[in-house]
């Protein structure tokens, strides 16, 4: 027992020593930092450099202005100032304010070579200013001779005097730094950080020993006035070194102990010269500010650098974000656009020998449905990774679900995709999980989504050929892609300007072929493609999920047709309208047939909506609840398509339909195939017994007619009993005689 308390204590205090050793590293920097917090820090520290130079050059403008009118222009005439004798004007002037000029260029190269490094301008332009400015610093530095011969020189101390040659050399030093990077920038294209931190390290050893100069040369050198007493207010101006610390500190933020050390070496230092000065007294008061000026700008610059790592992280995090899916940990298609587009600009011929390929994982919906979702999204993230070492050293990217694109040369493409299929299979455990490919050429000025769209596409046209894994874009798939863009982009405008009209078919009795009602239909009258077929844009919007548009538009154009005859004393017959499953998840309809019934005082029982047998096995729930509210609104609803699905014989059980349509493939080979009699006949005696009402499509014969009028079928549609036509001439048809309507339309 004793044994086991020890045990936990000793587990609980290495736990305590772990966080502590843990929040040490963490608060001094010594963890790795990734080369994008590096590269985020670098250019924070050379944001900052822009703020500070120009800063310091508005401090030396007016330190000239200051010099200028307290010493310069009262000793004009005399060129004396105090004990300093002056052999000429311009060794005046320079004597007075050639520093500060000194340090004036220098914030002007820094300057612009940070606003050049931020804005990521690397032309000849940035070339040519930077190579100005760090050759004016370097002529600049050889004014060290006549500083030499000043009289101030000659009268100061050996730490004076070697400062001031050391601020010169520093100044070449930055000056050559500048030229350096600008010439590595232009011929290489980039930045290079080491260089760019030379720079920053270089401009802060100009200000670091400007700060020293003019701090010391004002603790020992005090000015002494004309009665001979010393200017004590001269002795404290060590303000000078303090501010350029200040400046250096907040320019090399790095890790927190690289900035102790540095600042704990330049304080020391600087103050054992103080210190050590025999003909000035460093006050204890001024040791004491002096300590607590370098204990607050080392936590300062601590806190600096934790705010910028922390952002730097957040930053990482939202850039790997926009780059790698989050599920697989692949690229993603984002980054996939981006990485194609700047190998583009760097060599515009990069796409000529390559291949877009689209990957489909065909029913992945099984390994979700037998063996969950979490498999199935493990699943996904080891096919991701499968993706990517079938092509390795090639572009590669999750789209969506169990969707991948691929950039890769067209040589050897083959074998990649049969490495990938192997893994596939391997990966399904088995399962039935098929892989479908759509390649597509690559072509220079290609969108890429669009060249990725087409891949899709030609991936689509094979997705139910059990046989064929690989389907490239060709010219005959070019024509039907077109149409389909052409489709999708242009639906808006010919519902706006009425390209789409609405045909109705007759629908009528089956024992005296007169008309009980009507199916309204879809039909694009295009000014450019002419007649484009239903069977062409009805697959594209519900593909594109454009479908609700066209349906909430028909609903409309029926409506008003319904009204405008109702107006002009026409006669009105039942109007079947179409609804697509997607419509009862992309809008009320409930909500748009009792809004349209209400404004153009229509009666329900002349409105059936048509549901999709395929439609039911989408989302059954919703669709009965919504054919349950349907119902108790007054509509009549009618099942649509029965027979061309897979479940129909469940669709009767499960769902209460008004009359049910039997698709017209049940009437092919009607004369040969002795079965399609006895089907149709079981079909209609089922749904009789289970109260629903029937009507056959697709009636083209007489003989046809009068069989489903034997076996019971109540309606029949079909082109024996009229085509689609629009409005006018349905109303012609039935005005002229051609179309009998009947007594009995319910």
């Known amino acids: ?76 005439d005399t060129l004396k100032v105090g004990s300093y004798e002056y052999s000429s004007k311009l060794q005046l002037i320079f004597g007075w304010v050639g ?4 340090f004036i260029i220098c914030s002007l190269a820094m300057f612009m070579f940070g606003l050049f490094y931020v804005l990521k301008k690397r032309g000849k332009k940035s070339f040519i200013t930077n190579s100005v400015f760090g050759s004016l610093c370097i002529i600049w530095s050889l004014l060290l001779i006549p500083e030499i011969n000043l009289p101030t020189y000659n009268d100061g101390t050996l730490i004076n005097k070697t400062t001031t040659i050391m601020v010169y050399s520093s100044m070449a030093v930055f000056g050559i730094s500048i030229i350096g990077n600008s010439l590595y920038s232009k011929f290489k294209g980039k930045d290079n ?18 700060g020293v100069k003019v701090g010391y040369s004002d603790f020992a050198n005090p000015f002494v006035k004309d009665d001979g007493n010393v200017n004590i207010q001269k002795i404290k101006m060590i303000t000078c070194f303090l501010t350029m610390i200040t400046f250096v500190a907040c320019l090399l933020i790095f890790k927190p102990y690289i900035s102790i050390i540095m600042l704990t070496g330049i304080f020391v230092v600087f103050g054992m010269f103080l210190e050590n000065y025999d003909k000035r007294e460093f006050l204890e008061a001024d040791r004491i500010n002096y300590i607590t000026f370098f204990v607050s700008l080392t936590t300062i610059t601590i806190s600096i650098y934790h705010q910028r790592i922390t952002e730097a992280l957040k930053d990482e995090q939202l850039v790997h974000d926009a780059n790698f899916d989050s599920l697989t940990g692949i690229h993603n298609f984002h980054n996939f656009v981006t990485s194609i587009n700047q190998k583009l600009e760097k060599n515009p011929a990069f796409l000529d020998d390559k291949l877009y390929l689209f990957i489909n994982i065909c029913n992945f919906k099984t390994i979700n449905t037998q063996k969950g979702f979490g498999y199935g999204d493990k699943f996904l993230a080891r096919l991701a990774k499968d993706v990517e070492a079938s092509f390795p050293r090639d572009f590669s990217a999750r789209l969506a679900d169990d969707h991948f694109c691929v950039l890769t040369k067209v040589d050897g493409y083959e074998d990649k995709i049969a490495v990938l299929e192997k893994l596939v299979k391997c990966e399904a455990e088995g399962l039935y999980i098929l892989l479908k490919v759509g ?36 010219a005959e798939l070019d024509k039907l892609f077109t149409m389909r863009q052409y489709i999708v982009n242009n639906l808006d405008e010919a519902i706006e300007k009425g390209y789409i009209r609405a045909h109705y078919q007759p629908v009528v009795w089956s024992n005296d072929k007169k008309l009980c009602g009507a199916e309204a239909l879809a039909r694009w009258i295009d000014p450019i493609y002419g007649y484009i077929s239903p069977r062409d844009f009805i697959p594209v919007l519900e593909e594109t999920r454009l479908i609700h548009k066209l349906d909430e538009y028909m609903l409309d154009l029926i409506t008003k047709e319904m009204k405008n005859a109702k107006d002009n004393n026409k006669p009105i017959v039942p109007v079947s309208v179409n609804f697509s499953r997607l419509d009862f998840e992309l809008m009320d309809v409930k909500k748009e047939l009792n809004e349209r019934v209400n404004k153009y005082n229509l009666d329900k029982n002349f409105i059936h909506i048509e549901i999709t047998e395929s439609a039911l096995s989408e989302n059954p729930v919703l669709l009965n609840k919504t054919i349950e509210e349907l119902n108790k609104e007054g509509y009549a609803i009618w099942l649509d398509d029965f027979g061309s699905g897979y479940s129909s014989l469940s669709t009767l059980k499960d769902f209460v339909f008004d009359v049910v349509k039997i698709d017209m493939k049940f009437l092919t080979n009607f004369e040969k195939n002795e079965k399609t009699k006895d089907t149709l006949d079981c079909i209609i005696s089922l749904a009789s017994r289970l109260g629903m009402k029937t009507l056959t499509e697709g009636v083209e014969t007489q003989a046809e007619a009068d069989f489903l009028n034997e076996i019971g079928c109540g309606r029949l549609q079909g082109y024996l009993f009229g085509k689609p036509l629009p409005i006018d001439e349905f109303d012609n048809e039935i005005s002229n005689g051609n179309i009998e309507i009947s007594d009995n339309l319910i």
């Open 1 to 76: 027992m004793v044994i086991y308390i020890y045990n936990a204590d000793f587990k609980f205090i290495g736990g305590v020593v772990m966080k502590v050793l843990s929040f040490l590293k963490d608060l001094f920097g010594f963890r790795r930092d990734s080369k994008y917090v590096r590269k985020h820090l670098n250019d924070a520290n050379i944001r900052s450099s822009i703020y500070m130079a120009f800063i310091i050059i508005c401090l030396e403008i007016w330190m000239i202005f200051r010099q200028t009118r307290k010493y310069i222009r009262p000793a004009w």
């Open 99 to 102: 520093l500060y000029c000194l």
């Open 193 to 210: 950080m080491l260089l760019s931190i030379f720079v920053i390290v270089c401009f802060a050893a100009v200000c670091l020993l400007f």
């Open 439 to 474: 390649g597509y050429k690559a072509e220079r000025n290609e969108n890429i989504n669009r060249a990725i769209d087409k891949a899709r596409y030609a991936c689509g046209k094979i997705k139910k050929t059990y046989a064929e894994i690989y389907n490239e874009y060709n």
